[in-house]
């Protein structure tokens, strides 16, 4: 049986981080881990030497043979330290790494696809969580309003001062790369993170529109890793994810995308639906008859019903639980997880 990159990963990978007292000693025990393997220990060496130090000048390979590779390591600075650690378990779980950009120069010219750009990933978004809270930004609730159609949760950040926050960017040298997205000719500059529809978390700055960093893909492993980082920005997100799984996202996301072709029938306005604990609304207003703010008991049912109907045509229709009710001219639906 031919197996799977990242199945071949953890099957090789016979010890974790707890086994080691120190970054420093996993660290090594990786290198020999690797030591057979070009691709990997290229791409764990990129991750170390980047991570060495804040102006991204020295490198480890330059460390004398008289000092052990564990030693250099754990002299870091802590904040340096965790971030290397996380950028590093994220590359064993997921088998890439982001790697420094090369500048080169030549005269041959020619269109790079997307698909050939490498984003941030899992390790980078922490270190943007701990600028929104060097910014002094915690616990943030996910915005309704402003919450883009594909995203389930978003998490929005406005008029932050730029000067400030190109600084803070710059204690991070895995967030130095993405300072060219932060316009030098605006005094302010929006950031945002969120959870999209697709299970995708996605990240980075906003101005017309999101201009993104980077995204990973959630699992049951990314998101219980997400529920363990203690900086306080992720305080409203850990809130939310502590009591859904992957699947129960990937619900979620069709719930919001299929319910925006839902037409219950005539009405003035709908809300921007609204995810909390498990629960995922949508607001009409202006439809069927109602009589001093109350809507006619036959159209409640009637509504009812259709919306049932509809609901048994969808695949996820037996994963649910549903509550219809009227209120001063406005109809809710809401849809609960079971």
């Known amino acids: 049986m031919i197996k799977k990159y990242l199945q071949f990963i953890k099957e090789s990978f016979e010890k974790t981080r ?34 060495f130090n804040s102006k991204g000048s020295d490198s480890l390979e330059e ?87 594909n995203f389930l949760l978003f998490y929005f950040y406005e008029n932050l001062e730029a000067e400030v926050v190109k600084q803070i960017f710059g204690r991070f040298q895995s967030l130095v790369p993405y300072l060219e997205h932060i316009d030098y000719g605006k005094n302010e500059v929006s950031l945002y993170f969120g959870v999209k529809c697709d299970g995708e978390l996605e990240y980075g700055v906003y101005y017309d529109g999101p201009i993104a960093f980077g995204s990973f893909k959630l699992n049951q492993t990314v998101i219980k890793w997400l529920n363990n980082i203690e900086a306080k920005s992720a305080f409203s997100l850990k809130k939310e994810l502590v009591n859904l799984s992957y699947a129960d996202i990937i619900t979620l996301g069709k719930i919001k995308s299929e319910m925006s072709q839902y037409n219950p029938g005539y009405h003035e306005k709908r809300l921007k639906p609204e995810l909390r604990d498990r629960v ?44 219809v009710n009227p209120n001063s001219y406005w109809l809710y639906i809401h849809i609960k997880l079971k």
């Open 280 to 323: 995922i609304s949508f607001g009409y207003q202006g439809i069927g008859k109602w009589d001093n703010g109350k809507l006619d008991e036959a159209e409640l049912m009637n509504l009812k019903n259709n919306f049932v109907t509809w609901l048994l045509s969808k695949s996820w229709g037996g994963k649910v639980l549903i509550s």
């Open 63 to 149: 460390v004398g043979s008289d000092i052990r590779l564990a030693n250099a390591i754990n002299i870091l600075e802590d904040n340096v330290k965790e971030e290397m650690e996380s950028i590093i378990s994220d590359f064993i779980q997921n088998g890439v790494t982001e790697k420094e950009p090369v500048i080169s120069t030549s005269t041959d010219l020619e269109q790079i696809t997307e698909s050939e750009i490498t984003k941030a990933g899992r390790g980078i978004f922490h270190s943007f969580l701990k600028t929104l809270t060097a910014l002094g930004q915690k616990e943030k609730k996910s915005e309704v309003e402003r919450c883009p159609e």
């Open 18 to 51: 707890e086994d080691f007292n120190s970054l420093g000693e996993w660290v090594e025990y990786l290198y020999e881990l690797y030591s057979n393997d070009e691709e990997k220990l290229s791409n764990l060496k990129s991750i170390v030497n980047r991570n």
